[in-house]
C-alpha cells in the first residue's frame, strides 16, 4: 500500500504547482467551488444563516462580503470552523470565503491584489508578515500596505523535525539532536567539517519557522549563519527533500511533524511548546483599508473566529475537528493523522518520551496563561526584535511604532465584549516570558533582550 507520505507529497506537489503556476486564477477558481459537505450534516443551529439577535441597527456590518486566505495547517481551523459550522454567518457575515493559499508567498501576493481583483483581504499569517508587509518590506516594489493584526488564531502544534538519515548513510539518531542542541555540538561539526553542513528548511524567511529553527540552534549555542545551512523549500516538498536525504531537518506546524514518525522518515528534535511554552503562533490579519471601511463587519468576523476558537477548543469536537480539516478542500489529510496531535499525542522518536497532554497540542482560546485569540502587543514584539537579533530589519527599527500601527487588540476587546467574554487581558503586555533555556524577554526592554543574546547577527 502507498505510504501516507507518499500520497501527500504529490498531492501537495499537484497543488503547489499548479498553483504558483497559475496565481490568482487558481484563487479564482477556488472562490467559485461550492463549499462542501463536511459541515452540513453535523451543522449547529447557528448555521442556518439567520442574524442572530445581536447585530442589530446602527451596528449592523457594512458589508457581508470578506475573503480571507488560509494555509492548509491546524492554525487555520478556526477561519475554516466559523466558515463550516455557520458562525460568520451567526454574526451577519453571510459571504465570507476562506480560500486556501498555495504558499505563504502566494498569500502575501494575493493580499496584494486584494479581494477586487481576485486576490484576499486578509487571513492567516506567520508573524511579523502583517507587519512587514504594512512596511513594504516585503511586497512588490516595496509598497507599504497597511494591514492589522486582530487575533491570534492557535498557539503550540509546530515543531521541529529531523530525518533518521543523510543520503550518504550518515545517521542522525542518537547525536543528541534534542531541544538541548547543546548536547550535539560535536555531531554538528562533524557534519560542517564534511562541506555538507547540518541543512535545516523552513518555507518563508523572516516569519515563525526561520525564528523558530535559529531560537532553538541559538539557545544549543550554534551559529545558524555559520555552523549550519538554512533554506527555504516549499511545504509541499519538505517530506521528499527529508527522504531524500538532501535535507537534515526542518521546521514545521501540525500535522506534519507527526506524519514523519508514523512514517518513519525520521523524528522529533523538539515542539515549538517545548521551547516557548504557550508561545504565539499565527494570527489572523486584514487590510486596513477593509477594516477602517467596514469596522461593524471586521468586529462581526472576530465574534466569529472567536465563538469557532471556543469551538475548536472544546475536546468533545476534536474528532469532528479532524474530521471536517480532513475534507479536501481544507488540509486534504486522514482523520486518523490529524486527531492524535489535536489531543496533544506525538511520539518524539530518537528516545524521547512520547507526549500525550492535551496542553502541549494546538490550542486555539485558552492556553496555560489565559487568552490564546487576544492579540497581546509583546508578542508581535517579540516576532520584531528577532528579526533584529538575526539581521533581517535595521537595529534602528523603531519596533514598538510600527506594533502600535498595526495591531488592534482595541478591535479585539471590543468584539469580545459584545461576545459577553468575561476574560479580557487588561494589559497589552503578557509580561515577561521565559524560553526552555532561562532566557527571559521583556517587550518594554528589547535592548536588554538582545545584548543579552550570545549568539546573534545584530551588534549590539
Ligand atoms: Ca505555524
Known sequence: MEKITDQLSRRKFLLTASASALGSVVLKSCASTPTTTSASPTASPAAGGAPAANVSGGSGPETTTLRLGYIPIFESAPLIIAQEKGFFKKYGMTDVKVMKQASWGAARDNVEI???????DGGQWQMPMPHLISEGLITKGKTKLPMYVLLQTSTHGNGIAIANKRADGTSHLGQ??????????????KLKATGTPFTAAYTFPAANQELWIRYWLGAGGINPDEDVKLIVVPAAQTVANMKSGSMDGFSTGDPWPYRILADQIGFMAALTEEIWPNHPEEYLAIRADWVDKNPNATKAVLKGVMEAQQWCDDPANSAELAKILSGREFINVAENILLPPLQGKYDMGDGKAAINDRMKGPLFWKDGKGSVSYPYKSHDMWFLAENIRWGMIPDTTDIKAIVDK???????????????????????????ETFFDGTKFDSNDTTAYLKGLKVKKVKI
Open 114 to 120: 486584494g479581494a477586487a481583483g481576485g486576490g484576499i
Open 176 to 189: 543528541g539532536v534534542g531541544l538541548d542542541m547543546s548536547k550535539a555540538r560535536a555531531h554538528i561539526d
Open 406 to 432: 498595526v495591531n488592534r487588540e482595541d478591535i479585539w476587546k471590543e468584539a469580545a465584549k459584545s461576545l459577553g467574554v468575561t476574560d479580557i487581558p487588561k494589559e497589552t503586555s503578557r509580561g515577561v
